[in-house]
């Protein structure tokens, strides 16, 4: 799930979904291709609206608000997905993606939300406070108060910013 939000690199200015070869070679890289399939142009744009709009859903994480109309716009990007509920072989509930193309793809990754959310471990997926960044990151931090991608990257970048933003409200006063 990570890896699909971070198929976009703003800081890096890196786009996996630039080309639909670039998407097929992402679906087929983290094993998610069904026989067959190539991705359309269609696809190609409605991935990246996915992905935006999956990107939005985790703000409240860090503590933003989620943009107006990202509800519905994610829904119809999801359109036709469909989920088929089955009890595996552990007993455990399954909920593999019926149909192929991107539809199955999508299937797979909204499954994977739907886990870590009962597991508690979705909350912990957050999107860097850096709009310049907007890496997506997993906040292994006790107290869950993490909102920069990675310190090194984004957070003391941001505290550098901040700290010269005060040094010269300071000077100029
Ligand atoms: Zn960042």
Same mark, same amino acid.
């Given at each position: 799930m %990570?890896?699909?939000l971070?198929?976009?690199?703003?800081?890096?200015?890196?786009?996996?979904?630039?080309?639909?070869? =670039?998407?097929?070679?992402?679906?087929?890289?983290?094993?998610?291709?069904?026989?067959?399939?190539?991705?359309?142009?269609?696809? *190609?744009?409605?991935?990246?609206e996915v992905r935006e709009g999956i990107r939005d859903l985790l703000l409240p994480h860090g503590?933003d608000d989620v943009p107006e109309g990202t509800v519905s716009r994610l829904n119809?990007a999801l359109?036709?997905?469909?989920?088929?509920?089955?009890?595996?072989?552990?007993?455990?509930?399954?909920?593999?993606?019926?149909?192929?193309?991107? @539809?199955?793809?999508?299937?797979?990754l909204l499954?994977?939300i739907?886990?870590s959310s009962?597991? =508690?471990?979705w909350q912990?997926l957050k999107v860097?406070?850096?709009?310049?960044?907007r890496?997506a990151?997993? @906040?292994?931090?006790?107290?869950?108060?993490?909102?920069?991608?990675?310190?090194?990257?984004?957070?003391?970048?941001?505290?550098?910013?901040?700290?010269?933003? *005060?040094? %010269?409200?300071?000077?100029?006063?």
């Amino acid at each position: 799930m %990570q890896s699909f939000l971070n198929s976009v690199d703003l800081e890096e200015d890196r786009e996996d979904f630039a080309t639909v070869s =670039g998407l097929a070679t992402w679906i087929a890289g983290h094993g998610l291709a069904s026989p067959g399939y190539v991705p359309s142009e269609g696809d *190609r744009l409605r991935a990246i609206e996915v992905r935006e709009g999956i990107r939005d859903l985790l703000l409240p994480h860090g503590g933003d608000d989620v943009p107006e109309g990202t509800v519905s716009r994610l829904n119809d990007a999801l359109g036709t997905v469909l989920l088929t509920p089955v009890f595996a072989e552990d007993y455990g509930l399954r909920l593999p993606p019926a149909g192929a193309g991107l @539809d199955a793809v999508l299937g797979r990754l909204l499954q994977i939300i739907y886990a870590s959310s009962i597991e =508690g471990t979705w909350q912990r997926l957050k999107v860097c406070r850096n709009d310049a960044c907007r890496w997506a990151f997993y @906040d292994a931090s006790r107290n869950r108060s993490g909102v920069w991608c990675t310190m090194a990257r984004c957070g003391s970048k941001m505290k550098a910013r901040s700290y010269r933003r *005060r040094a %010269q409200s300071a000077s100029s006063r």
